[in-house]
């Protein structure tokens, strides 16, 4: 066995808040809650149950043991109020304090164990196999929705239809459209559900201007370029045009209501056939902001020269929507003065605290889209954190939030976009997870790249270093309850940040300094599939960026929104995600599983995910050279005299799911890595 029983084992102590060590993991207000902790075996002379506030704490009772280990109990009941706890350990004269931090000698000022009583993550979301979709580059289902060349002017440049589908994004790509649709998407569902998607999240869908869709033209619709255009007509934008008074067949299409109510409805059925498929839909909610195009501000005058719709605020102090926005001058009509989010003219800030009118409409939105007949399954939030003019508004509104979406829909899942801490969200009233930046995709492109998620930096320093890969993920999923860390999406590329695939080349650049080329010089496909190993396997929810699997490249937005690649995709990494995705949704462990970490060593890594019988244990070598790497896996239960069998091997050149058998012998399992591999071993038990 790899450790002493002389001294306290500090490897072998353990607990966390799934459901293998605290029993409901997510309680109910007036549940019993039974906690468990985990030492070597005879190898604690005592071990507390210590609450915040009470550094005496209370004995815990050893109620079971194995050759191994031995595990303590306590129990208690869940009151009203959330509970933040620890434990320390006591053998002779060492008084160890073990936190979600680990193990320490000091009493720990961070990192408590947190329970809120009534507080639940849905649990088809945890662990979920996601997959993003930029819905303009995926896939053209229906020809006859697609933007036509001069249909209208947007921020002073003529939208273009592109013919060319594998033509790299433009420099100013907003106004570009490839003509992918819902309709697309429908068509490569038979492709998603066979790759192992479970989870379908969407960039925004509501009628928009742009093809990014993140300055919403109405919230009540989906926008018939992506849904159905049953009524159209109307003139494309004369050649002397310098605004949008004669785009009269954007008007048809964006305004109709025959063409909003069927796109709507199409929505609707599509969402069906998904459910049909076993899948989810999230819907992207961009509420911080809408766009000048809005019916509510009308900045374009779509709406004011369609006819049968309010004044919009830009047009008329007397507009219904004027509260909507903040002006700073009484200028109307066709008053510019309005606040926009980081100034930009085109995103025009809502001004909720002006309006309770505007928090009644938007709720009464998020509630829409998860109820019958539409009944999508949740949100991500667009910049979340910036609604509102003060935090105090902000933590309101997204509690309001919260429970208008689980009123109507209690299964649905409230996800936010958010860089940097996220606790002060997730304290059980107002987000369930994020977009996993801090506890996820910085670590792990640190880590395997050097490279920032832009591809802005390079920093050599973190490149391999396992310690502090360890350190920040450990730290920063401490800032999250295991619900929401369980569900939180992992991503290595999205629409924001330049494709894994091309940080592995470890440049810095972006396509207006580089061209779109160098994006797919020099790039690692071993170090690609380390990083898909770490996705499928580490705990949250992975969430594979449309295209990612093909082997798509691009540097930072807009490069990264090129199309997905049909007819030219890689099918060797295809392949490879599809054993992935079926590994991780096959093994318990690797959705709902504890996590133990197992070595930090220069471009090395091993860590464990637990649960009952299910047992796996992963290890990435980042080094140029093959190494044999010994994996203390007694740490995860496995005895002397069983064996782990390997389900699959990466490296640069492919990839192996050849099962070959390794016993574990002293503890530890011993592997041969080739340069840039990661493996997976699953423990051999019934």
Not at 64 to 90: H, N
Not at 420 to 441: C, H, I, K, R
Not at 463 to 474: A, P, Q, R, V, Y
């Amino acid at each position: 066995m790899c450790f002493q029983a002389e001294a306290l084992n500090l490897d072998a102590l353990f607990t966390d808040e799934t459901e293998s060590f605290r029993f409901p993991s997510e309680p109910e207000e007036g549940d019993e809650v039974v906690l468990l902790f985990r030492t070597a075996a005879n190898n604690a002379d005592s071990v507390n149950y210590i609450e915040a506030g009470s550094p005496s704490g209370f004995a815990m009772i050893k109620t079971d043991s194995d050759d191994m280990f031995d595990y303590y109990e306590y129990r208690l009941k869940a009151g009203g109020c959330p509970i933040q706890y620890c434990f320390s350990v006591t053998k002779r004269d060492e008084v160890c304090y073990y936190s979600r931090l680990g193990p320490v000698w000091q009493y720990p000022d961070t990192g408590w164990f947190t329970i809120v009583p009534g507080f639940s993550t849905p649990d088809w979301a945890k662990g979920a196999v996601m997959y993003q979709i930029f819905v303009d580059r995926f896939y053209n289902g229906d020809q006859s929705n697609d933007v036509v060349k001069d249909e209208y002017l947007y921020i002073g440049q003529r939208v273009m239809a592109v013919d060319n589908w594998d033509k790299y994004p433009d420099q100013f790509d907003v106004g570009c459209f490839y003509g992918g649709d819902l309709q697309g998407v429908w068509d490569k569902l038979d492709y998603l559900e066979n790759l192992g998607v479970e989870v379908i999240y969407l960039n925004p869908i509501f009628v928009s201007p742009s093809n990014h869709k993140y300055d919403c033209q109405d919230y009540d619709y989906i926008d018939p370029h992506y849904g159905v255009i049953v009524k159209d007509g109307g003139e494309v934008l004369t050649p002397e045009a310098s605004d949008n008074r004669s785009a009269t067949r954007y008007m048809t299409r964006t305004t109709d209501r025959g063409n909003l109510e069927a796109s709507n409805e199409f929505f609707a059925r599509f969402v069906e056939e998904v459910h049909k498929r076993g899948m989810k839909v999230i819907l992207d909610g961009v509420f911080n902001h809408c766009g000048s195009f809005h019916k509510w501000l009308d900045g374009e005058r779509i709406y004011e020269l369609s006819g049968n719709y309010e004044p919009g605020a830009f047009e008329s102090e007397d507009s219904p929507y004027q509260s909507f926005f903040k002006f700073f001058e009484s200028k109307w009509p066709y008053n510019d003065s309005y606040d926009g989010w980081w100034g930009h003219s085109t995103l025009p800030k809502l001004n909720y605290e002006g309006s309770e009118t505007l928090c009644r409409y938007i709720l009464d939105i998020a509630a829409k889209w998860v109820s019958e007949p539409y009944n999508a399954d949740g949100w991500r939030l667009d910049v979340a954190a910036d609604l509102g003019h003060s935090s105090q508004f902000n933590h309101k509104f997204w509690k309001d939030f919260r429970k208008a979406v689980k009123a109507a829909n209690p299964n649905a899942i409230v996800l936010a976009e958010h860089y940097g801490d996220p606790s002060g969200w997730l304290q059980g009233d107002e987000w369930d997870t994020v977009m996993n930046y801090d506890a996820f995709m910085e670590p792990v492109s640190w880590f395997l790249t050097g490279m920032e998620k832009h591809s802005d930096e390079k920093n050599s320093k973190l490149l391999g270093d396992g310690e502090t890969f360890f350190h920040s993920m450990n730290y920063h999923m401490s800032r999250m309850m295991s619900g929401s860390l369980l569900t939180a999406m992992n991503q290595l590329s999205n629409h924001d940040h330049s494709r894994f695939l091309t940080r592995t080349n470890g440049k810095t650049g972006r396509t207006s300094t580089e061209g779109p080329e160098a994006a797919s010089e020099g790039i690692s496909y071993g170090i690609f599939r380390e990083g898909v190993m770490i996705q499928m396997t580490w705990p949250g929810a992975p969430a594979i960026y449309y295209g990612d699997e093909a082997g798509v490249c691009g540097w930072t937005d807009p490069d990264n929104r090129r199309t997905y690649p049909w007819g030219n995709e890689n099918l060797e990494l295809i392949e490879f995600h599809r054993y992935m995705n079926e590994l991780h949704r096959s093994l318990p462990a690797l959705r709902i599983g504890s996590l133990k970490s197992l070595l930090a060593g220069d471009h090395l890594i091993a860590y464990g995910r637990f649960f009952n019988n299910c047992i796996c244990a992963v290890a990435v070598s980042n080094h140029m050279s093959e190494q044999e790497v010994s994996i203390p896996v007694w740490q995860l239960g496995m005895k002397d005299g069983e064996t782990m069998s390997r389900v699959m091997l990466t490296y640069e050149s492919g990839y192996n799911v050849g099962k070959i058998s390794f016993a574990v012998e002293h503890g530890c399992v011993r592997v041969s890595m080739p340069p840039f591999s990661s493996v997976l071993l699953v423990g051999d038990r019934d």
